[in-house]
């Protein structure tokens, strides 16, 4: 077994890509990375090498999230994004009609299937590499690139049609 240092040195990036994807916030994705390697730290025993050392870390992080949304339900509350058009000088109709896209898009990955969805949030908003991908589906990095690149082509698809229906 490697010494936890180096684990971590080694798997840091993927847990935190990981749950910055299931978060969309940086600051609470670092937290909980560090939480993930303290349990990790905890349960190294439990660790019995039947898969992956990235599949385990993922999976504790994972739990670690849900325990967190337990401990802290959304309360409603958005962040205030008004300020960011006057900072940028972009008037408030860019604004809403970059939003709307953006939100078009999440709601379109957000109706995808697993493991698309999940494909897509770990490449788009944790940045990871198709081959972390596929380690931590237990998978190869050639399925995560198949899987992303059919789920492009969908999303690609959809939009067209949804522009030639108006």
């Keep these: 077994m490697q010494h936890m240092e180096e684990i971590y040195q080694q798997y840091a990036r993927t847990v935190y890509g990981y749950l910055l994807s299931r978060?969309?916030?940086?600051?609470?994705?670092?937290?909980?990375?560090?939480?993930?390697?303290?349990?990790?730290?905890?349960?190294?025993?439990?660790?019995?090498?039947?898969?992956?050392?990235?599949?385990?870390l993922c999976a504790i992080a994972g739990n670690v999230l849900l325990t967190y949304r337990r401990k802290h339900p959304v309360t409603g509350e958005l962040p205030d994004e008004q300020a960011e058009p006057e900072q940028t000088g972009a008037s408030a109709e860019d604004s809403a009609l970059g939003n709307m896209g953006r939100m078009e898009m999440l709601r379109r990955l957000h109706a995808l299937p697993d493991p698309a969805r999940e494909v897509m949030y770990l490449r788009v908003f944790g940045g990871l590499s198709f081959a972390e991908i596929g380690e931590i589906h237990g998978k190869s990095e050639n399925w995560a690139r198949v899987v992303c690149f059919r789920t492009r082509e969908k999303l690609r698809k959809e939009i067209r049609n949804d522009e030639d229906s108006l």
Excluded: K, P, V
């Design 23 to 56: 978060t969309r916030d940086r600051d609470l994705a670092e937290e909980l990375t560090q939480e993930t390697f303290f349990q990790a730290i905890r349960t190294i025993d439990r660790y019995d090498g039947s898969c992956r050392l990235s599949t385990w």
